[in-house]
Nanobody
Framework: QVQLVESGGGLVQAGGSLRLSCAAS????????MGWFRQAPGKEREFVAT???????KYADSVKGRFTISRDNAKNTVYLQMNSLKPEDTAVYYCAGSLWTVPTTPTQYNYWGQGTQVTVSS
């Protein structure tokens, strides 16, 4: 069982930056791929980025070059550095854990955090 707790969300102006963190419980954190998803009001949850236990990453086209996912297995934590934020990045951001290698769909994830709100003003 893995429990995930996100932090770092908030209100930022367009062009600004935020760093989200996701702290995971459990001693087997390093075997899980960790991902970030987001969900805006009235929209489906969408993939943002994922990182495998070995550090392989994959990004949604909409965030490539602006967002960076990373992990610190010693701290059981995954991060999402978000730069050049746009109003369309406004959403609740969720951290998730998976036993797949580089999963990009919500159904491939077994564990979810409660979400953290990111609001980007224009």
């Amino acid at each position: 069982q893995v429990q995930l707790v996100e932090s770092g969300g908030g209100l930022v102006q367009a062009g600004g930056s935020l760093r989200l963190s996701c702290a995971a419980s459990g001693r087997t954190f390093s075997i899980y791929a960790m991902g970030w998803f987001r969900q805006a009001p009235g929209k489906e949850r969408e993939f943002v980025a994922t990182i495998s236990g070995g550090g392989t990453t994959k990004y949604a086209d909409s965030v490539k070059g602006r967002f960076t996912i990373s992990r610190d297995n010693a701290k059981n934590t995954v991060y999402l550095q978000m730069n050049s934020l746009k109003p369309e990045d406004t959403a609740v951001y969720y951290c998730a854990g998976s036993l797949w290698t580089v999963p990009t769909t919500p159904t491939q994830y077994n564990y979810w955090g409660q979400g953290t709100q990111v609001t980007v003003s224009s």
